[in-house]
């Protein structure tokens, strides 16, 4: 039990559940059970009557009506306690219902109700309080009456929330505070009828009567729990809930989902079948289909309705014999509807042996064996076909029986077409022949061939049928296809050409050939396996120029060309003795002693030779005052033109030994061999050796060397101008074209492609042929890349406000500047060689004072003895003067450049040295007869270093 206590309006939010509780006996009314305590209660007189449809569905909607009912009966109400039993919502427990309550009001008021039968005893029976404002109240337990009617759920109207579930065929019946689904008898649709009648109440009895009925599956629920909610039962009167003993919406759902079959051969039944059939339902209504649609006898057909337009005509057909249909009426599933059969008379007929033979029907309606359609039946062949066929070749696409292929593509035979539309199978008759053999793999031969297609007819005129096909295999280009996909298709058309060895290829009619480039000799081809030989030794099936695979061999000669001064120039002092300011030591001529001198001097020569081209590998041959450090590449310069352009071999060049060719004078050979063995045409560079007089030294080193600053300055413009000549844009106009296009050079990696050295050749080699002027590509700035940032930035800026040809002029002719201001100070240096010379008092005193310590000594003569002594000059006597101390005097002048510079050798002898001298020959063999001079300025000899110069520069 749950107990509430409230007041007012407060009662009609707390309380929300019914208080009625059914009895054993559904017939008996219903009432509440009040609280199994002692206490006596009051009925209240008052009371209400609700019909089943429109009853509350739970206690909280009577309360309010409860309340009032109370508050008009009694007097002085101060508290309300209502006390019920949870269970099924209130309408549907039909019925009469009381609800017990505890109302506590004044003392004062007991014995004034209206509707009570309360008294001023039972007041005093009660017990008696004071609530909290201090009033006598006394509390008394009362009994409030209501009573439901019952409805007919199977009369409300649709959409009523009461009304019945039930789905047709079903019918519902009316029970007290509920309903029933019931299955009609022979599966009629009842449409939810009740056959009882409107008002009348199904009750146990009519049940029974129910349960007793001899029904069939069709007449039960579906026998399927997916099916029915009461599979195989003929009601839900044992299977649903009620409504009063159990959940009336799980009852609801329960008959919702009742379902009763429907019989399709009923009146109101579903099926097709045609109206001149009879429809046969199955057993159970579970089977599938659940009806046959049955054509009488004498009739044939599937039996169900003609659907226009989907259906085909019917036309049954049984064989000769009456009564077994045809292959035809089976496939079309006997037709529709129900139609009277045709008799075939061939269908079942045996079939005729003989060929071209088939079943024929005589004018009697009879089958015999005769031709078939199109034959004629000829003594001796039987039955023929009274035309030849008509052959059409297959992949004819041109139409004009001409097949284009490819050098390579293999002849696929794609047969012919037998056009005949009573034609029987050629194949075993059909005859191709080729009017050549044809290879294995693919066609490498251009040319055509000729395909015959015959098939025979002996019974006609002529007795064949043919048809030709003309094969033509067009040439290819082999030095352009796929090695990858020929590598498998067909080998024999990859180019053989060794390309390694510069070989090109060539592309030929029906063929190739390989090419050597310029300067090398041979087919050009790498060996190709298993070719054979004719009876004249010339190669079978083998490409054009073919030899044997003797590829690309070299057959240039390096060329040798000998750079620098040729013939070499040596220049050495002419022994004879010492020569003064106003004439010769020696009066009378060359005494044998000078003689004697110069001899020995001369048999250095060749050693001294051999010595420097072995000290500087050769590179002192070529050395001279502008270029005084050579490397040994820049004596001799070797090149070889070969298929990938000239070959620099001027590091791999072998220097002979020299070879005396007269007085002073050798010959030194080079020679050179490429990689192919050529060995070049041996070139000489002649060396001569000069002796000269020490006043004509002076004179020829000056012409010397302007004589090489002049080379190395025409050298420079002449190598400026060319390159600009090369980078300049070409005005097109008259006598200029286009260079001509370069070879393709985007595949060196493939066999066939061409390497950039390659490309290179070819395009200087093109150049050659076409000659005159092209016009380059746009290179139209001037080259920065080896300049300073900051002068390419200058060169930028120019370029953006002159053209590159204005600019390139600019500095010409500030070169040019350049160069006659220096040749004007070269002049002016020429002109005064001291001008250059600066000296101060302070340098005077010292030089005096220098020379004022040196004492000087006349060299023995040829005559002198190892007693006679030499005369001394003292300290001070006889001071040379500043223009004996010169350059011009000593090879110090202002045209000597440091590395060439000559000494004046300045001894100080003594008496015991003088002695030494003599006896130990003459001072001039000290001295190597040629002295090549270093890079450092200091002279090879046993003289060593560099002597006092007394003067400076500023």
């Not at 009625?20 to 009371?47: F, G, I, R, Y």
């Not at 020569?605 to 051999?610: L, Q, V």
């Not at 420097?612 to 590998?617: N, S, Y």
């Not at 490397?631 to 033109?641: E, K, T, W």
């Amino acid at each position: 039990r749950r107990t509430w206590s409230a007041t007012g309006a407060a009662l009609l939010c707390l309380l929300l559940s019914t208080c009625a509780a059914a009895t054993d006996d559904a017939a008996a009314s219903s009432s509440s059970k009040v609280n199994s305590s002692s206490k006596k209660c009051q009925t209240l007189h008052t009371s209400m009557t609700y019909s089943q449809d429109k009853a509350p569905r739970d206690i909280s909607a009577v309360l309010p009506q409860i309340v009032q009912k109370v508050n008009e009966a009694l007097e002085g109400v101060v508290d309300v306690e209502v006390k019920w039993e949870g269970g099924e919502p209130m309408h549907r427990r039909v019925g009469e219902h009381q609800v017990e309550m505890d109302v506590t009001r004044l003392l004062s008021a007991v014995g004034k109700d209206r509707y009570s039968e309360s008294t001023s005893s039972d007041a005093a029976a009660s017990s008696t309080t004071q609530d909290e404002f201090g009033r006598d109240v006394i509390t008394q337990c009362f009994i409030f009456p209501f009573q439901i009617l019952d409805t007919d759920e199977c009369t409300l109207p649709a959409g009523h929330v009461m009304r019945h579930r039930c789905a047709a065929p079903s019918y519902c019946v009316n029970t007290i505070g509920s309903y029933e689904c019931v299955c009609p008898v022979g599966g009629r649709a009842a449409g939810g009828s009740d056959p009882l009648g409107s008002g009348k109440v199904a009750d146990d009895q009519y049940f029974a009567d129910l349960a007793s009925q001899k029904r069939t599956a069709w007449d039960l629920s579906l026998a399927s729990s997916s099916a029915s909610s009461c599979p195989g039962i003929p009601s839900t009167r044992s299977c649903c809930r009620d409504g009063q003993s159990g959940s009336a919406a799980s009852g609801d759902d329960c008959r919702a989902a009742f379902r009763c079959p429907v019989d399709p051969c009923g009146a109101s039944g579903d099926n097709d079948c045609a109206s001149s059939a009879r429809c046969v339902r199955s057993d159970s209504p579970l089977d599938r289909p659940q009806y046959q649609c049955q054509c009488p006898s004498g009739l044939m057909g599937n039996g169900r309705a003609c659907r226009k337009g989907v259906d085909a005509k019917p036309r049954p057909m049984v064989e000769y014999d009456g009564v077994t249909p045809t292959a035809e009426t089976l496939r079309n599933d006997f037709y529709c509807g129900c139609t009277k059969p045709v008799v075939d008379p061939c269908a079942g007929f045996p079939k005729c042996e003989e060929k071209h033979k088939v079943c024929t029907v005589t004018s009697g309606n009879t089958p015999m064996c005769a031709c078939k359609p199109g034959y004629v039946e000829v003594d001796g062949w039987g039955c023929v076909d009274e035309t030849p066929p008509l052959l059409k070749l297959r992949h004819d696409p041109e139409t004009n029986g001409i097949n284009r292929i490819k050098q390579g593509d293999r002849y696929e035979e794609h047969a012919v077409d037998i056009d005949d539309d009573n034609a029987e199978q050629y194949a075993r008759q059909l005859k191709i022949t080729y009017s050549r053999p044809l290879p294995p793999g693919c066609l490498t031969h251009i040319g055509q061939f000729h395909v015959n297609y015959t098939v025979a007819t002996p019974w006609t005129n002529p007795p064949f049928a043919r048809v030709t096909r003309t094969v033509v295999v067009e040439n290819i280009n082999e030095c352009s296809i796929n090695v990858d996909r020929y590598k498998t298709q067909c080998p024999q058309l990859i180019p053989q050409c060794d390309i390694a060895a510069g070989a090109v290829c060539a592309d030929t009619i029906g063929s190739y050939t390989c090419k050597c480039p310029q300067h090398t000799s041979g087919d050009g081809f790498l060996p190709i396996p298993n070719l054979e030989k004719d009876g004249r030794g010339r190669y079978v099936d083998a490409p054009e120029g073919y030899s044997g695979g003797t590829s690309c061999r070299d057959t240039s000669k390096p060329v040798l060309e000998v750079v620098g001064p040729n013939p070499k120039v040596f220049r050495v002092c002419k022994c004879g003795g010492l020569r003064g300011i106003m004439g010769d030591s020696n009066k009378g001529g060359a005494d044998d002693d000078v003689l004697q001198l110069q001899d020995d001097q001369r048999k250095h020569y060749e050693a001294d030779i051999k010595e420097m081209i072995k000290q500087t590998a050769g590179a002192e041959l070529c050395a001279t005052h502008a270029r005084p450090n050579p490397s040994p590449a820049d004596c001799v310069r070797a090149s070889d033109h070969t298929f990938r352009g000239v070959v620099d071999l001027s590091d791999r060049v072998l220097i002979g030994e020299p070879v005396k060719k007269g007085d002073g004078m050798w010959r030194i050979p080079y020679d050179v061999t490429d990689d192919a063995g050529n060995k070049a045409k041996t070139v000489y560079r002649t060396i001569r050796v000069e002796e000269i007089d020490l006043n004509d030294v002076e004179r020829r080193l000056r012409d010397e060397i302007l004589a090489d600053k002049q080379r190395e300055i025409d050298r420079a413009v002449s190598i400026a101008v060319e390159k600009e000549r090369r980078k300049q844009p070409v005005q097109a106009g008259a006598g200029s074209k286009k260079c001509p296009p370069c070879p393709d050079c985007n595949c060196p990696k493939t066999k066939n492609g061409l390497s950039d050295a390659q490309c290179q050749a070819m395009c200087d080699e093109r150049m050659k042929r076409e000659g005159g002027t092209c016009v380059p590509g746009d290179e139209r700035t001037l080259p920065k890349e080896n300049l300073h940032p900051f002068l390419g930035g200058i060169i930028d800026a120019l370029e953006t406000m002159l053209s590159p040809t204005m600019l390139l002029i600019i500095f010409l002719v500030s070169f040019m500047a350049l160069v006659l201001i220096f040749l004007q100070r070269f002049v002016q240096a020429l002109a005064n060689p001291q001008g250059s010379m600066y000296y101060t008092k302070e340098d005077e005193e010292r030089e005096r004072a220098m020379l004022n310590s040196v004492s000087y000594y006349r060299s023995p003569g040829g005559a002198s003895t190892a007693t006679a002594g030499a005369t001394a000059r003292t300290p001070g006597s006889g001071i040379p003067s500043r223009s004996m101390l010169s350059g011009a005097a000593v090879g110090n002048g202002v045209f000597s450049p440091p590395e060439n510079r000559m000494y004046q050798q300045r001894e100080v002898f003594s008496p015991q040295q003088q002695q030494a001298n003599v006896g130990g020959g003459s001072i001039y063999n000290s001295m190597s007869p040629i002295t090549p001079s270093r890079s450092n300025g200091s002279a090879v000899g046993a003289a060593g270093g560099t002597p006092y110069n007394l003067r400076r520069r500023y």
